[in-house]
């Protein structure tokens, strides 16, 4: 992994229907890492987008009585709402609709051409629309349904161009047998390698044109259009600006992508996709000889009951409504700190609301009270005192958190900055500041106490920061610093005569932010 440049990429959603909870989770996760690497001083180019061909598209604007291209017009702009509201910080979002990608997948796929990696054939079997994909008779569920989502699925019979996958399924068993991290968590490793054991087929990559028209057309056969699946992976390629297609065969950047952001560091995926991004993919890149991406992270379902969340099911929860009525840091702090990365997490309410007090209980709470007893007791300014109250606690805690997100662990790093703050609540307790404030000989005391507070809340500032990245710039403001402290910075930071500044509850509690709402 380089150590100050990374690409992180979501999935490009589909077009067809609002974002849920789902995407959410995925695109903030995603963020709190790029936060994160950010406030660590790297480079970072995080790239989001939308999936915009297919039947899947075609199917759902001739329901709606428009165009796909309006639809996705429509829904791209929903999607980039969503994330402005959720303080995403990409800095790319894609769409597949663009020129730019429509030129990069047409190279691609000539570059496939070029080197012998196609061949026609004809392809007979069944396929699902709503998830894009093929399944073979034995998969099927009861009458011929998706396994996947259950619903019908169609039997096609038709002329295919496919792309020679099989070559490549002993290059990509020993790739990720030398790199035992490449697919993480292991599970999902597992669950790739079980697969590559089984004969591996070859793959579709095209569709006639008289089924599927919305799509991007084959440079070499103009009656069919990109298999979606293989237009949808190549977004990443697009966005990192490795090729450029308006060059000769040669000179496209194929063969050298020095100066771009490829390979991608990190592929974040739900577990899904991850056949098409831990599969499809890197045989894909194999084919055209560009290098693989370094690593694929994939998570875990939000679920209800035991059923995976998601727009057929009827089942979402709508993240904006949440962010609405509990504030956009809320619903990021619920999400990763309550699903473990990689495994699946069941949203209900009650639970928010736990996660909710933990945010207005003991982290608000300890703002609320270290800055009221600073004005009280040292008129709003942190006295100079050494303030090494829980610094081996606080030291330990950037340990733990630096090392919880290098293994993706980020609902690890989030619970221990919040046993900081329950720490330094506890600290409160046990120094008694009213105490000290009565005791004539209590001033050095009482500074000690007050200057470990401020320092504290200094640190935690930092590491809530990936998290919750408005109310952090609140607090940092309150504080009296100029921003959000760096990781480094935030240990070594001078407190000592910064003005702090009283101001709502950062967190209002529950029961207040329910009057608010009802007005
Ligand atoms: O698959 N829990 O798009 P998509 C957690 N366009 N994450 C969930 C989820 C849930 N219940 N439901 C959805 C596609 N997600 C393709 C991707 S990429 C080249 C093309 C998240 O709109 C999760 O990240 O169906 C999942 O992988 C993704 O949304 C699927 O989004």
């Keep these: ?57 075609e199917d759902e604007a001739a329901k709606r009585n428009t165009t796909p291209l309006e639809l996705c017009d429509e829904m791209a702009g929903r999607f980039a709402a969503a994330w402005d509201i959720l303080a995403i910080s990409h800095d790319r979002f894609i769409r597949t609709t663009e020129e730019e990608h429509k030129a990069v997948v047409t190279a691609f796929i000539q570059r496939l051409w070029d080197r012998g990696q196609i061949y026609e054939g004809q392809y007979s079997g069944w396929y699902c629309v709503h998830e894009e994909r093929y399944w073979t008779e034995k998969d099927l569920g009861p009458d011929n349904s998706c396994p996947d989502c259950k619903r019908p699925v169609q039997h096609l019979e038709e002329t295919n161009y496919f792309f020679k996958m099989s070559e490549y399924q002993g290059q990509l068993l020993a790739h990720i047998e030398a790199n035992p991290n490449w697919i993480v968590p292991e599970e ?72 771009s952001w490829w390979p991608c560091d990190l592929h974040l995926v739900g577990k899904d996709i991850i056949t098409t991004h831990a599969v499809y993919w890197p045989t894909l890149l194999m084919g055209v000889g560009l290098p693989l991406p370094r690593q694929i992270l994939a998570h875990g379902w939000w679920v209800v009951g035991d059923t995976k969340m998601s727009k057929s099911l009827g089942n979402v929860i709508d993240p904006l409504a949440l962010s609405d009525e509990f504030g956009t840091d809320a619903v990021r702090w619920y999400l990763l700190r309550e699903m473990p990365t990689g495994s699946d997490a069941s949203y209900t309410t009650e639970r928010f609301m736990t996660r909710y007090d933990e945010l207005a209980n003991i982290l608000g709470n300890l703002a609320s009270r270290a800055i009221a007893m600073i004005g009280k007791y040292r008129d709003g300014v942190v006295p100079n005192a050494a303030g090494t109250g829980l610094l081996a606690e606080t030291e330990a805690t950037f340990a733990t958190a630096r090392d919880a997100m290098s293994r993706y662990r980020v609902h690890e790093a989030l619970a221990a900055a919040m046993e900081l703050a329950r720490a330094a609540n506890g600290y409160v307790e046990e120094r008694q500041p009213w105490s000290q404030a009565k005791d004539p000989e209590g001033s050095d005391a009482l500074d000690e106490t007050l200057a470990t507070l401020a320092r504290v809340l200094a640190a935690l500032c930092a590491l809530f920061q990936p998290v919750a990245p408005a109310k952090m710039v609140d607090l940092a403001a309150r504080l009296g610093l100029d921003g959000v402290p760096t990781l480094d910075g935030a240990l070594a ?27």
């Design 1 to 57: 992994m380089s150590t100050n440049r990374r690409y992180l990429t979501t999935p490009i959603y589909y077009a067809s229907g609002d974002p849920h909870i789902g995407h959410a989770y995925t695109t903030i996760l995603s963020d709190v890492l790029a936060r994160f690497w950010r406030q660590d001083g790297e480079e970072v180019l995080f790239l989001t987008g939308t999936d915009e061909h297919g039947p899947k598209i």
């Design 188 to 259: 999902r490793r597992n669950e790739i390698v079980g697969f590559l054991q089984q004969p591996l087929g070859d793959l579709s990559i095209s569709r006639p044109k008289s089924r599927v028209s919305w799509g991007i057309t084959l440079p070499f056969d103009e009656d069919h259009v990109a298999y979606v699946w293989v237009d949808a992976l190549i977004n990443y390629l697009t966005a990192s600006g490795a090729i450029d297609p308006s060059q000769e065969s040669g000179a496209q950047g194929f063969d050298d992508v020095s100066g």
């Design 493 to 519: 930071l001078a407190m000592t005569g910064r003005s702090v500044r009283k101001g709502e509850p950062l967190f209002p509690r529950i029961q207040q932010t329910r009057e608010q709402v009802q007005g």
